[in-house]
């Protein structure tokens, strides 16, 4: 990221995990009790996660298809039975959730001095309610159903820039998943990027970007 000072046009953000409180691993839970011993949960859970990011790589589908074939592919890997209910249940819960407990406040300070915009992997419909529960005007919410792809590929990033009508150098892009987010636009050639490091991912500085544990070091990034 440039200095501190540095005024972009637009601030755009991932939501599920960055502002949204991504509570996958609490869905689950109750949904393998008594299919996998406990000592296993935390290696299930890195399996359902590793299929969803190579889902997301294919040709695109709503995403809760990709949840669905993400959760059939887990169920086999561990020989437990694929429950149409589960999905279902997954589904409504990534629906349900609001953010984390360190958005709100730093979130109404950027939007007064910033049009915010989001870029999800995530279906509209299904995105609504998460983004209602931020509490901020969002300038443009951009989904992977509207780019029809999902990050890390470069067309969702490009799609946004292209419906915002502005260069690379006049975002500041906001993510808490270096894969996702932090790499493409590297790749992309996004200089300004902050990775809000909620333990999702190792931190790469590699990558170039400004780091903070939480959305309230955000604010202090830009002078504010």
């Known amino acids: 990221m440039k200095d501190t000072g540095y005024r972009p046009k637009y601030i755009t953000f991932d939501c599920y995990g960055t502002l949204t409180n991504f509570q996958m691993a609490d ?11 406990p000592e296993d949960t935390a290696t299930f859970l890195k399996d359902f996660r590793a299929y969803r990011i190579d889902e997301v790589l294919g040709e695109y589908k709503l995403y809760r298809q990709v949840l669905r074939d993400s959760w059939q592919r887990v169920c086999n ?18 629906g349900s959730w609001g953010p984390h407990d360190d958005v709100p ?15 999800s992997n995530a279906e ?9 529960q931020l509490g901020a005007p969002f300038h443009r919410v951009f989904t992977a159903e509207q780019a029809r792809a999902y990050k890390p590929r470069y067309q969702s990033f490009e ?4 419906q915002l009508n502005c260069t690379r150098d006049e975002i500041l892009h906001i993510s808490s998943h270096i894969w996702y987010d932090i790499i493409p636009c590297n790749e992309l050639r996004i200089e300004n990027k902050v990775y809000v490091n909620r333990g999702y991912d190792p931190s790469v500085p590699y990558y170039g ?11 202090a990034l830009l002078g504010l």
């Open 77 to 94: 890997r561990w020989r437990i039975p694929f429950k149409t209910s589960d999905v279902e249940a997954i589904v409504h819960a990534v």
């Open 209 to 219: 970007y400004a780091e903070t544990t939480d959305l309230a070091g955000v604010p």
């Open 124 to 132: 509209d419909e299904m995105l609504q309610n998460n983004v209602a």
């Open 105 to 119: 406040e730093p979130l109404a300070k950027l939007a007064d001095a910033y049009p915010l915009v989001i870029l």
């Open 27 to 37: 869905a689950v839970r109750p949904l393998i009790a008594g299919e996998i011993a």
């Open 159 to 162: 799609y946004m820039l292209d």
